[in-house]
């Protein structure tokens, strides 16, 4: 059983960029509801709720291949960008901002997130705060490999390996990118299961992604 990450509000900063928005599994709350109970009463006791509804629902979603060919776009002031025609954005999220703070969510549990600012910023310490948020809440002892390029641009990040919530296999890839004017933060979570679906999915979101300065 996958444990699934929810991705919360977070304080957003315009220096130093931090949020650590993550999808928190109902876990807690599961094993109380099983152990009061018998297995329907949980079952139906969970299912009576929206977050329970969600969770269960969760429990058979099974990870679709990105549809690259019937992609869709987003055209903004700031920035341009395709995503697979069958992931969608988290309209919901209470800090979804259009131009500068949003996400583009696969069928399952594997999603891009975006912080888009218009200052510079300094993309190592940007990077390092994300860092900060997911280690070790999210991964524990994570294996890190650092990257200095995402799409057409050059700018500091790592990738980290793990267990994701100390149970699946994933990734998570933190990226940062500064002009003299705009930056921008675009954060990757995929599992290691899901990783042949949703693979060109983000590589098109990549090589698409164009700031406008």
């Known amino acids: 059983m996958r444990e699934q990450i929810r991705r919360v509000p977070g304080e957003r900063f315009r220096q130093r960029p931090v949020r650590s928005d993550k999808k928190t599994g109902l876990i807690v709350g599961v094993l109380v509801a099983f152990f009061v109970g018998n297995v329907t009463g949980f079952v139906l006791g969970v299912y009576s709720t929206k ?3 969600e969770f269960i629902d969760d429990l ?10 019937n992609h ?6 700031g920035f341009s960008l395709k995503y697979p025609g ?5 309209t919901t999220d209470e ?10 969510d696969s069928p399952g549990d594997c999603f891009t997130m975006f912080i888009i600012f ?3 910023t300094a993309p190592s310490e940007n990077v390092e705060a994300q860092i ?20 057409r641009y050059a700018g500091h990040g790592v990738d980290l390996k793990g267990r994701l919530l100390g149970i699946n296999k994933g990734s998570v890839r933190v990226f940062s990118h500064s002009s003299e004017s705009r930056s921008f933060v675009v954060i ?26």
């Open 95 to 104: 800090e979804y901002d259009a131009d500068h703070s949003f996400s583009i």
């Open 118 to 120: 218009d200052i510079d």
């Open 86 to 90: 069958n992931w969608k954005m988290d």
């Open 132 to 151: 900060e948020s997911f280690v070790p809440s999210l991964l524990k002892n994570p294996a890190r490999t650092p990257f200095t390029k995402w799409g």
């Open 51 to 53: 977050a329970g509804k």
């Open 72 to 77: 869709k776009e987003i055209s903004r002031a």
């Open 60 to 69: 058979v979603t099974t990870e679709a291949p990105a549809d690259i060919v």
């Open 188 to 213: 990757e979570l995929y599992y290691d299961e899901d990783h042949a679906n949703v693979q060109p999915g983000f590589r098109l979101i990549e090589n698409s992604f164009r700031l406008v300065r």
